[in-house]
Protein backbone atom coordinates (compact mmCIF):
# COMPACT_ATOMS: atom_id res chain seq x y z
CA UNK A 1 0.00 0.00 0.00
CA UNK A 2 2.93 2.41 0.99
CA UNK A 3 4.15 2.43 -3.34
CA UNK A 4 0.56 3.06 -4.26
CA UNK A 5 0.88 6.16 -2.14
CA UNK A 6 4.09 7.32 -3.04
CA UNK A 7 3.11 6.82 -6.70
CA UNK A 8 0.54 8.98 -6.01
CA UNK A 9 1.87 11.73 -4.24
CA UNK A 10 4.96 12.32 -6.44
CA UNK A 11 2.14 12.99 -9.11
CA UNK A 12 0.75 15.46 -6.55
CA UNK A 13 0.78 19.61 -6.96
CA UNK A 14 0.11 19.51 -3.15
CA UNK A 15 1.73 16.47 -1.19
CA UNK A 16 1.08 18.72 1.96
CA UNK A 17 -2.81 18.91 1.57
CA UNK A 18 -5.49 16.91 4.00
CA UNK A 19 -6.98 16.13 0.80
CA UNK A 20 -4.25 15.05 -1.30
CA UNK A 21 -2.76 12.44 1.82
CA UNK A 22 -6.95 10.76 1.95
CA UNK A 23 -6.94 10.25 -2.12
CA UNK A 24 -3.27 8.86 -1.78
CA UNK A 25 -4.35 6.57 0.92
CA UNK A 26 -7.70 5.20 -0.96
CA UNK A 27 -4.70 5.06 -4.61
CA UNK A 28 -2.95 2.63 -2.01
CA UNK A 29 -5.75 0.99 -0.58
CA UNK A 30 -6.88 -0.08 -4.24
CA UNK A 31 -3.53 -1.77 -5.05
CA UNK A 32 -3.59 -3.49 -1.54
CA UNK A 33 -7.19 -4.88 -2.71
CA UNK A 34 -6.29 -5.61 -6.21
CA UNK A 35 -3.22 -7.85 -4.81
CA UNK A 36 -5.93 -9.61 -2.55
CA UNK A 37 -8.43 -10.57 -5.56
CA UNK A 38 -5.62 -11.91 -7.20
CA UNK A 39 -3.96 -13.84 -4.53
CA UNK A 40 -7.97 -15.03 -3.81
CA UNK A 41 -8.62 -16.09 -7.47
CA UNK A 42 -5.31 -18.06 -8.07
CA UNK A 43 -6.76 -19.61 -4.78
CA UNK A 44 -9.88 -20.74 -6.23
CA UNK A 45 -8.38 -22.14 -9.27
CA UNK A 46 -5.49 -24.31 -7.54
CA UNK A 47 -9.01 -25.59 -5.52
CA UNK A 48 -10.70 -26.80 -8.33
CA UNK A 49 -7.53 -29.62 -9.34
CA UNK A 50 -7.83 -30.50 -5.40
CA UNK A 51 -8.98 -34.15 -5.48
CA UNK A 52 -11.12 -36.01 -2.99
CA UNK A 53 -10.29 -38.85 -1.05
CA UNK A 54 -12.65 -42.07 -1.14
CA UNK A 55 -12.75 -43.44 2.52
CA UNK A 56 -13.57 -46.69 2.23
CA UNK A 57 -15.11 -48.89 5.07
CA UNK A 58 -14.04 -48.25 8.48
CA UNK A 59 -15.41 -45.98 11.25
CA UNK A 60 -18.05 -43.30 10.59
CA UNK A 61 -17.47 -40.00 12.29
CA UNK A 62 -19.29 -39.27 15.29
CA UNK A 63 -21.65 -36.65 16.39
CA UNK A 64 -20.46 -33.67 18.20
CA UNK A 65 -23.01 -33.41 20.50
Not at 15 to 43: R, Y
Request: glycine share 14%; proline share 3%; aromatic share 10%.
Amino acid sequence: MTGGIADYMSGSSDPAAASEAGSAMAFGSQHAFMFALIVGVIGFVISLFIRRVKVEGGARPTSMH
